[in-house]
């Protein structure tokens, strides 16, 4: 049942891909200043949503895991961290592609910008930690409480780099409404969905390869038994 | 003495009366922290206009990474002869343990802080008397955030392998809102500007200490169980 749910999803996830590099490269009107290498745009903003995501399920996850200790919620923390870094290392990648030709620099000191890394670094740091730990209930409960902390730390570092440098970032989803072309808007929002599911997508599966990991480590652990 | 209080008092106190007769802490600190200085200096022309300008960014460096030295021997003396199994069957709630740990953990600190001000005062040529008061509180501020997150790692890295070194690379990145405003809040006051221009930092280095001295009350207990 799950793996059906999982393979559907991702099913999903292929499809609105598809279509969403369409609409971003065909169906959106080309941006009037910047030309061609705003297409990158609502790939870089589906990711940076999505690792956001990531990260949120890490902090939920963590809790969960300290108040019921079950393995399954350390399983899903630890993946959504993975997949938390490898989306933030897209969105620094993506970000300098599109910043070289219309700031004029790959990198600025932006408040974004800075939070963004600074996350990478604290994620990182959340891996090598869990990479130090052999035995399993340690592993859970310290990289709990770190994804816990780092969490938290995330608006207190947005708040102290935004006062530090004044930003240059481009807000283009405001409160009172997209600044957008409604055609940009709707391909952002297909590039949103697909790159969700994705994740999502590969959560399961990340899920699922630790369990196999696990029943794989207790068979061997069974078979040297009666030998 | 047998309140909460005087019992996390008691392991501040055990942490002192160990390094007044060990005296191992507080002189690599001290002397790390002077040395980091002199490096620097080397890095920049002595006496040029710029200096004060990155002298700050120097003083927390210095600071920062010394606490950083004494941080990682928190947890571990007590490793030595099981001490950590003893302190944690002592009649005393787990976070008192914490707490007792970032009060000697800070006080070690803010002394050798206190001993390397008038070297930076010297190496710089910069005159503090005068913004001794508000660079004092910055600098309390800053250590209690700084420690109140540091000593709650040092709990970590001390369990782990290779523990002495995944604990700058964690405490690094969540120290960055402390590190950015104490930098700040200190080029602003060595510039002899008024307390209102930098009430800000002040703001965020109290918010970060709440914050994360109240966090580290709540997950200290799962780190130390076992």
Redesign the interface.
Known sequence: MRKLITNIIGALSLILFVIAIYMAFVYAPLEVTMGPVQKIFYFHVAFAWTSFIAFFVTFAASCVYLVTRTRFWDTVAASSVELGVAFACIILTTGPIWARPVWGAYWTWDPRLVTTLILLFIYSAYLMLRGAIDEETKRGRYSAVLGIIGFLDVPIVYFSVNWWSRTIHPDVIKPEGAALHPHMLQSLYVALFAVTLFYFFMLFRRIRLEELRDEVRELRKSILKES | MTSYFGRVMHIGLKDLKVEIRSKERLYSMMVFSILVMVIFNFAFDPGAEYIREVAPGILWVALVFSATLGLNKTFASEKEQDCLQGLMLSPLDRSGIYFGKVLSNTFFSLIVAMLTLPFFAVFFNISLLQVFMPLTLVIVLATIGFIA?GT?FAA?SV?????EM?LP??L???E??VI??AV?ATSMILDGRMMVDYS??LK?LI??DI??LM?SFV?FD??V??
């Open positions: 997150v709650l970590i369990g782990v392998k290779r523990g995944i690379i964690l690094f990145p969540i960055v809102p950015i405003a700040k800000m930092w965020i918010l970060f914050i994360f966090v997950t799962y780190l169980e076992e």
